[in-house]
């Protein structure tokens, strides 16, 4: 991986969290390195049973399917630390052991240096 690209979320809502997903996967599927920071508005959809919520909706493909294809391809997907006790989320309440639990200091320091980055 050659290419670092950062995708922020700040919201929990399909429309946001969506296009993140998205944007990662195919950052992955272009072998960048991906990094997607979720933000305490965003927190929730790292939450187990959240992105089945989403379903899938018509004509996009399924969310739970896009999260697994980032991390499974090398991808890293960071849950603020702030969104523990603002969200009051637990870190075994996350979806899967692979995400990451940082403030915003280190996620800036792992995103150093990064070609692109997007926000939802």
Do not use: W
Not at 18 to 41: K, N, Q, R
Not at 43 to 61: C, F, M, R
Not at 70 to 98: H, M, S, T, Y
């Amino acid at each position: 991986m050659s290419d670092k690209m950062v995708v922020v979320c700040n919201h929990a809502d399909p429309p946001h969290v969506m296009p993140t997903l998205i944007m990662g996967a195919s950052g992955v599927s272009l072998d960048y390195e991906v990094i997607l920071f979720f933000c305490p508005g965003g927190a929730q959809a790292l939450v187990k049973g959240e992105l089945e919520k989403i379903g899938t909706p018509k004509g996009l493909p399924n969310p739970v399917e896009l999260f697994n294809t980032i991390l499974d391809q090398g991808g890293k997907i960071i849950f603020c630390e702030l969104a523990l006790e603002n969200k009051d989320i637990k870190p075994e309440d996350l979806r899967d052991e692979r995400i990451s639990i940082k403030n915003a200091p280190s996620f800036l320091l792992d995103a150093d240096g990064a070609m692109m980055t997007l926000t939802f």
